[in-house]
């Protein structure tokens, strides 16, 4: 069993920066890929981006630039730095891990950003 629990939202101002951190439970923490998904109200839940355990990233067009994945295996989290936030980005974020083919996800966290 796999438990994930993030933290880090908030409400900013455009332009504005936040760092989402993911915690997970289990030994299994640095073996295993971690994404960040986000569901913004009315859309479907879509990948922002993910970090392999060997640090290989990749992002979705619309984050690149903006946002960095980045994870600590002795702390087994993984952090999102979000910076130049847009209203678009407006958002509840997912943590994700696939663990012998189980998918995971957190509680997620609210990302608002707005004047």
């Known amino acids: 069993q796999v438990q994930l629990v993030e933290s880090g939202g908030g409400l900013v101002q455009p332009g504005g920066s936040l760092r989402l951190s993911c915690v997970a439970s289990g030994s299994i923490f640095s073996i295993s890929p971690m994404a960040w998904y986000r569901q913004a109200p009315g859309k479907e839940r879509e990948l922002v981006t993910v970090?392999?355990?060997?640090?290989?990233?990749n992002y979705a067009d619309s984050v690149k630039g903006r946002f960095t994945i980045s994870r600590n295996n002795a702390k087994n989290t993984v952090y999102l730095q979000m910076n130049s936030l847009k209203p678009e980005d407006t958002a509840v974020y997912y943590c994700n891990t696939v663990v012998a083919s189980s998918t995971y996800w957190g509680q997620g966290t609210q990302v608002t950003v707005s004047s």
């Open positions: 970090i392999t355990s060997g640090g290989i990233t």
